[in-house]
Every structure is written in structure tokens, then in C-alpha cells.
């Protein structure tokens, strides 16, 4: 079985500021790690993802998050955020060794950027 | 190329009647996979399917269930509503390999009364 926690349900930043979501997961076997955001009203869009290689991945839009194997983390970080980063962010795994596409999530993390 | 398109966008049952959605995954697609999406149990995998197979299975009752066609287009039915079946149901689609990205259509708001 495998959970995921993220630790902040919301997070409020001023704009142009840091921000980092905190996501840690559990599981019996080796995963692989996604950040999903979600826009107002709308699905879930891939941010990013780790299957292996470095530990550090990147976003086109200026995200980057660390797979830290010993504290079995994966937070989310960005050096300085813009309005439009406003949206709800996810953290999820899935068993690596799976066939398909079985995402478990966690609570998600909303962000709002204030001007 | 269109994206994942679900139908209806809003749906108000009552309790006790059964509902079925539609999912249009991207064109060449053929794994659509779907999600619970609450405010207190958060996003919620249900069932996925590939080529007409159902490839993994969440931990929802029987009362859910899915299917998928020949062209990909799946459908999930929920019968014998209840209130906390009220949810957000976001569909997503992908070529078939294993964890590979999602593309999530904006989903079917469905309220229980």
C-alpha cells in the first residue's frame, strides 16, 4: 500500500517570494513521483515527474523538485512565483514496477499568490 | 489534436438513481483512467481500462463501475446514489505505457441531492 502526505493544505506567498510544498510518501515498494497542478475549474496538468536518472527535475515554468530516496520526500520549490502560479498542486506515486497508470495522490497543497 | 473531453460538465441526481458519464480520450489514446475528486477524501483512483480490458482497479463498491469501446471512448456508471457519492469525477487519458503522463479532462460535477 502506499500513501502520500502533503503537509500544508495552503500556502499564501506575495509575489516574486519562494515557495516550497512539502511531500512526503510511504510505500513497501520502489515509485515513481509526480507534481500535478490544477487551474481553477479545470483537470490536472503533469508539472513534473521523476522515474530515475537525477534526482533533480525541472518544469518548463520554472518548478523544481528533489526525490530525496532516504526521507522519502519529494517536495516542490520555485524561486520566485507569479499570480498566475495560484492553483492547487498534487503530489502523487505510483508502484513502479506496475503495469498501467494507478496514481495515488495526496491532499493537494493550495497556493495563492498575493500582489 | 482535441483534448480529453467528458460529458456532462453537470449532472444533479438524487439519491438512490444511477448515472453514467463519458469520457473522450485524446485521439490514439487507449488507456482512460478515472478519478473521485472530493473535498475531504481528495483524488481517488477508481478504475482504469485499456484496449476494452480493465487494466487496475481502485477501492470504490461495486455500485461503480466502467467500460470502455472499441474507439477508446469509456463510460463510468454509479448506481443506487448516495449523498457522499457527490463529487467531482475527472477522467484521464494516455497512450498506454506505464506511468506515463496523464492528460486529465476538466471532469463531471456530480451532485447527490
Known amino acids: 500500500a502506499q500513501s502520500v502526505t502533503q503537509l500544508d493544505s495552503q500556502v499564501p506567498v506575495f509575489e516574486e517570494a519562494p515557495v516550497e510544498l512539502r511531500c512526503n510518501y510511504s510505500?513497501?515498494?520502489?515509485?515513481?513521483l509526480f507534481w500535478y497542478v490544477q487551474y481553477p475549474n479545470q483537470g490536472l496538468q503533469l508539472l513534473l515527474k521523476y522515474l530515475s536518472g537525477s534526482t533533480l527535475v525541472e518544469s518548463i515554468n520554472g518548478f523544481e523538485a528533489e526525490f530525496n530516496k532516504s526521507q522519502t520526500s519529494f517536495h516542490l520549490r520555485k524561486p520566485s512565483v507569479h499570480i498566475s502560479d495560484t492553483a492547487e498542486y498534487f503530489c502523487a506515486v505510483s508502484d513502479m514496477g506496475a503495469a498501467g497508470n494507478k496514481l495515488t495522490f495526496g491532499g493537494g497543497t493550495r497556493v495563492l499568490v498575493k500582489p | 489534436k482535441a483534448g480529453v473531453t467528458q460529458t456532462p460538465r453537470y449532472l444533479i441526481k438524487t439519491r438512490g438513481q444511477q448515472v453514467t458519464l463519458s469520457c473522450s480520450p485524446i485521439s490514439g489514446h487507449r488507456s482512460v483512467s478515472w478519478y473521485q475528486q472530493t473535498p475531504g477524501q481528495g483524488l481517488q483512483f477508481l478504475f482504469e481500462y485499456f484496449s476494452e480490458t480493465q487494466r487496475n482497479k481502485g477501492n470504490f463498491p461495486g455500485r461503480f463501475s466502467g467500460r470502455q469501446f472499441s474507439n477508446s471512448r469509456s463510460e463510468m456508471n454509479v448506481s443506487t446514489l448516495e449523498l457522499g457519492d457527490s463529487a467531482l469525477y475527472l477522467c484521464?487519458?494516455?497512450?498506454?505505457?506505464?506511468?506515463?503522463?496523464?492528460?486529465f479532462g476538466s471532469g463531471t460535477q456530480l451532485s447527490v441531492l
Open positions: 484521464a487519458s494516455t497512450a498506454g505505457q506505464a506511468n506515463e503522463k496523464l492528460f
Open positions: 510505500s513497501s515498494v520502489s515509485v515513481y
